[in-house]
């Protein structure tokens, strides 16, 4: 098949072009940033009159450049091509996060150290120089590094294929999109694969030989490494689900028989978020305006690794559609949390209640909001009311939507809520949300 056109992020790296800062490409593995970068973005610049000397592209995981993984001798490299002031120069790089970090050689401070940087905010010198590198985990943008980069730099993070991208490039039938999709993913490798078991086996080998490794290298785990399978086995087939370290210390002990303390569990599901392997969404009171600090959910960055760590065998299709829709959300920059709707009611013998319901997902965007319910199917009234009973108890005006599996007509019911159908809100309509809310 050809080539996927990524419009969503090719845009992003237009409007920032230009712009005297450093554009910082991140994402998890075989997500597709080399592409956006060199072939899309580059092809872009090509037909706007750039021409091949203009563009210094390096890839820092390929052996023949490991010379480079030194700052001091990529920062020669780099301006050993930056030759003429009249040309402006492209600068790319590949994996930028293997470049080591090492000790300044002309301070005594044992300390004093270079890195990768340095070596970028000193070509923010040129004025003729525009930086991109792309990066395959969060600790090469931390909190910290995004401090030394002086309000210098730019993250333009990059997801695994949305649905529209996918349902736009798959060549078969479109009416079996949705069902490849939600069992292999969006990674853009498996569309190119045309076997059940090559897909299977190209995502269960990403997992244990890719990102897992990541995580135990980066993080010095090598005697944990399967305490860490058993947590994502765990997360992965309680998708959806409310949750919080010490539950899943309980869960280790009564299902794996292991004594592994919450504290360890927090930090390595910490090591999974940062890997950009897990997405977590936190509690959110809506009647109390206050966020809950515990429990939260876990998403898959993408519903095919998910199956993949299950080797395929709980594919709940419930599940997966939430997942689904909240990574869509989260790549169209939305903050996306759970909601609780807490109300008080008398039982059948008088006494007093308190109940709390779940609104699937609260989204906003600065002030703006919408509340999300994700429902498989609602057959008749009374699944209706069940479905709806939390965003019916939302005292105020904003935008109330239930998305269901099937393809429906789209439709308000009488107190407002909108009803349509999954394909129909990932083709379309989340568009319209990104231009109005």
């Given at each position: 098949?050809?080539?996927?056109?990524?419009?969503?992020?090719?845009?992003?790296?237009?409007?920032?072009?230009?712009?005297?800062?450093?554009?910082?490409?991140?994402?998890?593995?075989?997500?597709?940033?080399?592409?956006?970068?060199?072939?899309?973005?580059?092809?872009?610049?090509?037909?706007?009159?750039?021409?091949?000397?203009?563009?210094?592209?390096?890839?820092?995981?390929?052996?023949?450049?490991?010379?480079?993984?030194?700052?001091?001798?990529?920062?020669?490299?780099?301006?050993?091509?930056?030759?003429?002031?009249?040309?402006?120069?492209?600068?790319m790089l590949d994996e930028?996060?293997?470049?080591?970090?090492?000790?300044?050689?002309?301070?005594?401070?044992?300390?004093?150290?270079?890195?990768?940087?340095?070596?970028?905010?000193?070509?923010?010198?040129?004025?003729?120089?525009?930086?991109?590198?792309?990066?395959?985990?969060?600790?090469?943008?931390?909190?910290?590094?995004?401090?030394?980069?002086?309000?210098?730099?730019?993250?333009?993070?990059?997801?695994?294929?949305?649905?529209?991208?996918?349902?736009?490039?798959?060549?078969?039938?479109?009416?079996?999109?949705?069902?490849?999709?939600?069992?292999?993913?969006?990674?853009?490798?498996?569309?190119?694969?045309?076997?059940?078991?090559?897909?299977?086996?190209?995502?269960?080998?990403?997992?244990?030989?890719?990102?897992?490794?990541?995580?135990?290298?980066?993080?010095?785990?090598?005697?944990?490494?399967?305490?860490?399978?058993?947590?994502?086995?765990?997360?992965?087939?309680?998708?959806?689900?409310?949750?919080?370290?010490?539950?899943?210390?309980?869960?280790?002990?009564?299902?794996?028989?292991?004594?592994?303390?919450?504290?360890?569990?927090?930090?390595?599901?910490?090591?999974?978020?940062?890997?950009?392997?897990?997405?977590?969404?936190?509690?959110?009171?809506?009647?109390?305006?206050?966020?809950?600090?515990?429990?939260?959910?876990?998403?898959?960055?993408?519903?095919?690794?998910?199956?993949?760590?299950?080797?395929?065998?709980?594919?709940?299709?419930?599940?997966?559609?939430?997942?689904?829709?909240?990574?869509?959300?989260?790549?169209?920059?939305?903050?996306?949390?759970?909601?609780?709707?807490?109300?008080?009611?008398?039982?059948e013998q008088g006494k007093?209640?308190?109940?709390?319901?779940?609104?699937?997902?609260?989204?906003?965007?600065?002030?703006?909001?919408?509340?999300?319910?994700?429902?498989?199917?609602?057959?008749?009234?009374?699944?209706?009311?069940?479905?709806?009973?939390?965003?019916?108890?939302?005292?105020?005006?904003?935008?109330?939507?239930?998305?269901?599996?099937?393809?429906?007509?789209?439709?308000?019911?009488?107190?407002?809520?909108?009803?349509?159908?999954?394909?129909?809100?990932?083709?379309?309509?989340?568009?319209?949300?990104?231009?109005?809310?």
């Amino acid at each position: 098949m050809g080539r996927i056109e990524r419009k969503y992020y090719l845009n992003k790296l237009i409007e920032r072009r230009g712009n005297g800062r450093v554009k910082v490409i991140t994402g998890i593995r075989r997500c597709g940033k080399s592409v956006l970068l060199f072939d899309i973005f580059g092809d872009y610049l090509r037909a706007e009159g750039v021409t091949e000397d203009q563009l210094i592209i390096l890839k820092l995981d390929v052996a023949m450049n490991a010379q480079y993984r030194n700052p001091m001798e990529l920062d020669k490299y780099l301006r050993g091509q930056i030759t003429d002031s009249s040309k402006q120069y492209y600068v790319m790089l590949d994996e930028i996060q293997e470049v080591s970090t090492i000790r300044n050689p002309w301070l005594q401070d044992e300390n004093a150290t270079i890195g990768f940087v340095d070596v970028l905010l000193g070509l923010m010198d040129f004025r003729n120089v525009d930086v991109y590198v792309t990066g395959s985990n969060s600790k090469m943008i931390s909190s910290d590094i995004m401090t030394e980069f002086k309000d210098r730099g730019d993250e333009i993070h990059v997801n695994p294929l949305m649905y529209k991208e996918f349902y736009t490039a798959y060549q078969g039938d479109k009416r079996r999109a949705w069902q490849e999709f939600v069992t292999y993913g969006g990674l853009p490798r498996v569309m190119s694969l045309t076997s059940d078991s090559d897909k299977s086996q190209y995502l269960q080998d990403l997992i244990r030989k890719t990102y897992l490794t990541d995580v135990i290298e980066r993080n010095r785990l090598q005697k944990d490494i399967s305490v860490l399978d058993d947590l994502l086995n765990i997360v992965s087939s309680s998708v959806g689900s409310l949750t919080n370290p010490k539950k899943l210390e309980n869960t280790f002990e009564s299902v794996k028989q292991k004594k592994i303390d919450d504290v360890t569990i927090s930090t390595y599901l910490d090591y999974f978020v940062e890997s950009y392997l897990l997405r977590r969404a936190n509690q959110y009171d809506i009647k109390g305006k206050k966020y809950i600090n515990t429990p939260l959910k876990y998403y898959l960055a993408d519903v095919g690794l998910r199956n993949a760590q299950l080797n395929f065998r709980q594919q709940e299709e419930t599940h997966l559609m939430e997942n689904v829709i909240f990574n869509e959300l989260c790549v169209r920059g939305f903050n996306v949390d759970v909601g609780v709707v807490e109300y008080n009611y008398k039982d059948e013998q008088g006494k007093s209640k308190r109940k709390k319901l779940e609104v699937d997902f609260v989204v906003n965007r600065g002030n703006r909001r919408c509340y999300i319910q994700s429902a498989f199917a609602i057959p008749d009234e009374e699944k209706r009311e069940q479905e709806t009973n939390s965003l019916r108890r939302i005292n105020d005006s904003y935008r109330k939507i239930v998305v269901v599996r099937d393809p429906i007509v789209p439709w308000y019911d009488e107190g407002g809520i909108y009803y349509i159908g999954l394909e129909d809100f990932c083709l379309e309509y989340i568009d319209e949300l990104d231009r109005t809310l």
